[in-house]
């Protein structure tokens, strides 16, 4: 692997970094197994390199964050620890070879260079440990169920909103996977039906990359953009269920009014049922996260309140997730040639049934027939 350089941008989370990020700057995170959604992200911002304090891949479950970034041919280096994280600040110029890393001519630390090899290994060390990882997950979503039933019971009091869910068609938008892909698919169904958007946290921001404004956001506020909080006609932080809210205080830093709902659960999880509990006539969703590897890469060990609120919302709802990879058109070159064909035969009937153009199409004849 040859040297790499770049300007140095940092930070221990990194939904807050990839909003500072610029082409060509190396990406120094504190992010313990990275997430395919934080490495597309890595990816779009074309960074130089990737280097990680903490383990890209633990091998505790299949993330595939590592071969995102290897199939973009960024540079990832893992395990450089905190003594190197302690050393550099942003904007420092960093120089990174066989995995050492160099501030000027000083050597600062090493890191573990993440290639296909190791990822490869680790995949099949988090392959074999599958089994036991579901056995606790399961637990886990089953105890939960039990504390956090009050989901299906009418136990949340959410406040009034002035954006009409009423007998309508709700979407509600997470940044999850293959959001993108799912949104193109879906956007005759956007343009006809004009649901209203919900965009959970970050998928406020998926809305807006498509054009579309949100209609209300509702989440932690912790990975939305300032940009799309300004724009959204409504915004429902969702608290803790203590009533601690601190996406009430950067709602209120940005001049933005906000209602808050307290409950236990996802962000999405409240999405999903508020549509539900104010009387929406369907609930779409893309992007949710809806399987055991989706949740463990959120951090959560297991899935009691997506469970309960799909048990609850089922008959409403479609997850529209992975809907692009139904079918994809393969239209052949021969049977674009006959559309055309097809399609300028009316155009030529309307053409001769013209006075003008029968004569000049009469001269054009003569002339060729003159000139034979």
Request: aromatic share 4%; charged share 25%; net charge positive.
């Amino acid at each position: 692997m040859k040297q790499v350089c770049g300007r140095i941008k940092m930070d221990r989370k990194t939904k807050s970094l990839v909003e500072r990020l610029s082409p060509g700057d190396v990406a120094v995170i504190d992010h313990r197994d990275i997430d395919e959604i934080a490495a597309e992200s890595l990816v779009q911002k074309k960074v130089r390199a990737v280097v990680n304090i903490n383990s890209s891949m633990s091998g505790r479950y299949p993330n595939n964050g590592p071969r995102k970034l290897a199939e973009a041919n960024i540079p990832h280096f893992d395990l450089a620890g905190e003594e190197f994280y302690s050393q550099i600040n942003d904007g420092d110029m960093v120089a990174i070879h066989r995995g050492n890393l160099y501030l000027g001519e000083q050597r600062v630390g090493s890191a573990r260079v993440v290639d296909a090899a190791l990822i490869e290994r680790q995949l099949s060390r988090a392959e074999r440990n599958l089994g036991n990882l579901l056995d606790s997950f399961v637990q886990n979503t089953l105890e939960y169920a039990l504390r956090e039933k009050e989901l299906i019971l009418g136990g949340i009091d959410f406040p009034s909103l002035s954006v009409k869910l009423a007998g309508m068609h709700v979407l509600v938008v997470v940044r999850g996977q293959s959001y993108r892909e799912d949104l193109h698919a879906i956007a005759h169904y956007l343009d006809e039906v004009k649901p209203v958007l919900i965009g959970v946290d970050g998928g406020a921001d998926a809305l807006l990359e498509f054009g579309r404004i949100p209609d209300l956001i509702v989440g932690d506020m912790d990975s939305v953009s300032d940009q799309a909080l300004k724009r959204a006609r409504e915004i429902l932080v969702h608290a803790y269920p203590d009533g601690k809210a601190p996406g009430l205080a950067r709602t209120e830093s940005l001049g933005l009014n906000a209602s808050v709902v307290k409950a236990p659960g996802t962000s999405e999880d409240i999405a999903l049922l508020l549509a539900y509990e104010k009387g929406a006539k369907l609930i779409a969703a893309v992007g949710t996260h809806s399987n055991m590897i989706d949740f463990l890469e959120k951090g959560r060990k297991g899935m009691a309140s997506t469970f309960l609120v799909r048990l609850k919302i089922g008959s409403k709802f479609i997850d529209a997730r992975g809907v692009s990879q139904l079918y994809r058109s393969r239209v052949s070159g021969r049977s674009m040639v006959l559309l055309a064909l097809a399609a300028s035969i009316p155009m030529l009937v309307l053409a001769l049934s013209n006075p003008t153009i029968r004569h000049i199409f009469k001269i054009l004849a003569m002339r060729l027939g003159s000139a034979i």
